[in-house]
């Protein structure tokens, strides 16, 4: 109970999680969603017709030394609206969930903040110790709306440009 309230306080939507998995460093949960309500990102119309569900992956913080992925049941609706461009769409859970991402906002968050203190080598090994999985590459193209992290391979140096 007390994991579900750490995994999704402040999460729009019922999740619950069906069952947990461990992993030797790692410790997967089953997470499924009991919200049907979903509206078409095109056009807005709310839809209950189910299509049919998918599963998708998104790593999360890692807790006791163990990383977390969350295996998510996601369900694909049938838009309503005749007009509409798009026949089917998936639930989306954009305050925790953001589509096509494979982390949640907050390890996002983090790696950012790691990314910028610490740039792509030296926070990959801090990631490595934290048993967070992400690559140096990843850490510098951290998407960040405040800086850009330029790595010069010959000084060994990191500089922080603001947008
Ligand atoms: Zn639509």
């Not at 968050?109 to 080598?121: C, F, R």
């Amino acid at each position: 109970m007390l994991l579900h309230e750490l995994l999704f306080e402040n999460v729009t939507g019922n999740f619950e999680i069906n069952s947990s998995i461990k992993e030797s460093r790692k410790i997967i949960l089953n997470v499924h969603c009991t919200q049907f309500k979903n509206t078409c990102p095109d056009c807005n119309v709310h839809s209950t017709r189910l299509h049919s569900y998918y599963v998708r992956r998104v790593k999360d913080l890692p807790i006791l030394g163990y990383s977390i992925v969350l295996t998510l049941r996601v369900g694909k609706f049938y838009c309503k609206n005749s007009k509409c461009s798009r026949k089917v769409f998936s639930q989306r859970f954009p305050v925790h969930f953001p589509p096509y991402k494979r982390n949640t906002i907050r390890l996002d968050d983090k790696l950012l903040k790691i990314a910028l203190l610490m740039g792509g080598n030296p926070g990959k090994k801090l990631c490595d110790t934290l048993n967070i999985e992400t690559s140096s590459s990843s850490l510098i193209r951290m998407p960040s709306t405040k800086y850009i992290l330029l790595s010069c391979s010959k000084t060994r140096k990191n500089y922080f440009l603001k947008r």
